[in-house]
């Protein structure tokens, strides 16, 4: 029988999943983001106006909506870091820099203080690439901007540094360089995935007796990388990466490099994670948030993939999560160790 691929499409061969028929609160003591997000001004996304933004940028200072967010994560954590206001863990310097800026309505006053005539701010309905060319303009040109406030740095804490202080007219006066990728071919963001890189096992040598292994993501133009682990070939990470997920995904590519200061990096093997069986699990059960812990789908091991074992999709505490495990392919030896959760737009 003809079963979907990870590509959405159907394809003959071995059936590799199943699907099963079918207010969150602030971690940890940050009542005063929640206070923070109540304000007016917080109630709706800073750049397209989107009712109740459930992700901000920490270093910007304002809330997004999920569609921003993933603009917002192109941009680089130089220029905006963005963290989710129900699923992640602020540090209070965090939550003192949001603070510290004052929500959208005073982070708006300096980022959109001047919009030339001709352009307009996005509303939600917006299409992707008004909605780059726009978050782009204001954040990384700061088009809108007064000359004398633009930053001679990318990184756009600097700036909020300097509101924060009330000396902004001390900032010099320069453009950040124009390196922008084109925003051609964006799509919709449909979730995020929130993917913790737990363990690696048995990983390859590259130094003299041991590595030095980092993991790379990469969905689309995304990617997000874990720190290093020197001198480990059994390291354990438990570090979470976040991709936005376009209309159109396809399976996340799974990279292990060696990090080297006087070479270029050695890779260390490499694998593919169908996502599919976990999104599709996940729409087909609507809101996990109402629902019993349960199994509602599954990636089945097969020759065709790199699994170690089935991978069961469960709904657990309200969250659609998988736990899996892969063995890395193109290299001697070595198995790493996930764990995906599925957050869909709007949450």
Not at 96 to 113: L, P, Q
Not at 192 to 212: E, F, H, P, Q, Y
Not at 327 to 334: A, D, P, R, T
Request: net charge neutral; aromatic share 6%.
């Amino acid at each position: 029988m003809s079963q979907p691929s990870s590509t959405g499409k159907p394809s003959s061969g071995i059936r590799t999943w199943v699907v099963f028929p079918p207010s969150r609160f602030l971690r940890g003591n940050n009542t005063r983001l929640k206070h923070l997000l109540q304000q007016p001004d917080n109630r709706t996304c800073a750049d397209c106006g989107a009712p109740d933004p459930k992700w901000a940028s920490s270093n910007i200072g304002v809330f997004i909506c999920l569609k921003c967010c993933g603009v917002h994560r192109s941009l680089g954590v130089h220029i905006s870091k963005v963290l989710s206001v129900t699923l992640d863990a602020w540090t209070d310097n965090e939550i003192d820099a949001m603070i510290d800026v004052g929500g959208n309505a005073s982070a708006n006053s300096i980022y959109e203080a001047y919009i030339p005539k001709g352009i307009s701010k996005p509303g939600p309905n917006v299409n992707q690439d008004q909605r780059s060319n726009f978050i782009r303009s204001k954040y990384e040109l700061q088009d809108f901007l007064k000359p004398s406030l633009r930053i001679l740095s990318s990184n756009s804490s600097s700036l909020i540094s300097s509101l924060s202080r009330k000396n902004i007219d001390s900032s010099p006066s320069r453009k950040i360089a124009n390196s922008i990728p084109s925003t051609k071919g964006m799509v919709e963001f449909i979730g995020v995935l929130k993917i913790t890189v737990v363990k690696g096992t048995n990983l390859a040598v590259r130094d003299m007796l041991s590595s030095d292994p980092y993991v790379i993501l990469t969905l689309g133009q995304q990617k997000a990388q874990t720190k290093v682990q020197n001198s480990n070939l059994n390291p354990v990470w438990n570090e979470e990466l976040m991709l936005s997920v376009p209309e159109n995904y396809k399976p996340v590519k799974l990279q292990v490099f060696d990090h080297d200061t006087f070479s270029a990096d050695d890779i260390m093997g490499e694998v593919e994670i169908d996502i599919q069986p976990l999104i599709t699990s996940a729409m087909a059960f609507g809101d996990a948030g109402i629902l019993g812990n349960m199994q509602i789908g599954k990636w089945l091991k097969s020759h065709d993939n790199a699994l170690l074992e089935d991978s069961i999709v469960n709904i657990i505490d309200g969250k659609v999560t998988q736990e899996v495990r892969l063995k890395l392919q193109n290299v001697e030896s070595g198995e790493i160790e996930l764990r995906i959760e599925w957050v869909p737009l709007g949450q």
